[in-house]
């Protein structure tokens, strides 16, 4: 398990597209090796983001809910709390 991945389950308010996205940014990056994207991992590695992306939110829509919320924020949310903001960045 990637340690980095932050649970989406459970967040209040939801977990947004880009939130989702960025989770399967970084799982896609651990799994390939690939760091940064180069014209020749370009187009395989944003297809694996999409497909991870797409089977994430199908996943979280079909779960039930948390009983607690997660442990973290994910990261895009721990940005706007030290801002002073209460709502996930968008």
């Known amino acids: 398990m990637c340690r980095n ?11 947004t597209t880009e ?14 090796g690939v760091q940064s994207v180069s014209a020749a991992t370009a187009e395989p590695f944003e297809a694996a983001v999409r497909v991870i992306a797409d089977a994430t939110t199908r996943l979280l829509a079909a779960l039930p809910p948390r009983k607690q919320p997660p442990p973290t924020l994910p990261p895009l949310r721990r940005i706007n709390v030290s801002r002073g903001a209460t709502t996930p960045a968008r």
Not at 5 to 15: E, F, K, Q, S, V
Not at 24 to 31: D, E, I, L, S, T
């Open 5 to 15: 991945i932050t649970m989406l389950r459970g967040l209040d308010p939801g977990a």
């Open 19 to 32: 939130e989702i996205e960025a989770a399967a940014r970084q799982y896609v990056r651990k799994v390939s």
